[in-house]
Each structure stands twice: as structure tokens, then as C-alpha cells.
């Protein structure tokens, strides 16, 4: 199992701070020339404290068979639990879970 980091979630960047409204983002993984194994995670990007998840979409290319899970670090299947499909998809958050704030920083995996 492996550990692997987006560009949202790299050592260098800051999570954006809440402020009045919504704030959206976008982080990207790309696959190419890497091979995942099974419990492999990809922490997708950061998330600050105070921050609540309102909605998520996970767009993927499937090249073959396997589940993806997109949670945080308190609750692994928190926002998505799919089973891939063999071509390109798009999957949104599992229907509207009971809102939580983040009462620390942490990362979308």
C-alpha cells in the first residue's frame, strides 16, 4: 500500500480558508505510467479547518476492473464508494451525507 499525492495536496500548498460563500477546487491525478495496487491512496487535496464538502464529482477513465473509495482521513468512504466501469465515467458523492465540518485540516483521499 502506497501513498501517492495530487497536485492539490503537495507539501506546498494551502488549503484555501473559508470565507463568506462557497469555494471551489480542483485537483488532478493523472495514472499515466503508474500502476496502482489494492489500498493504494491518493490524497486529492487539501481541505482547511471549518471547511464542509457540499458536493464532489470524481471523473475517471477506467481501463479495467476495481472500486474506488473517496473519503478523508477520519472516514475513508465518506463521499464516494463506486465500482468501475471498463470506460471513461463520472461518479458524484454518494446521495447527501449529513453535513460534517472538518475540525482540523486534512485531505481528500
Known sequence: MATKTANRASAGVTPKALRVGVVSDVATYSLEGVSLSNGDVIQMM???????????????AAGGQGSLIVGDGIDTDR???????????????????????????????
Open 46 to 60: 487539501k481541505v482547511p479547518v471549518n471547511a464542509r464538502i457540499v458536493d464532489l464529482y470524481l471523473v475517471y
Open 79 to 109: 463521499y464516494i464508494t463506486a465500482t468501475l466501469a471498463s470506460a471513461t465515467a463520472m461518479t458524484r458523492m454518494n446521495g447527501l451525507p449529513l453535513p460534517y465540518t472538518y475540525s482540523a485540516d486534512d485531505t481528500i483521499d
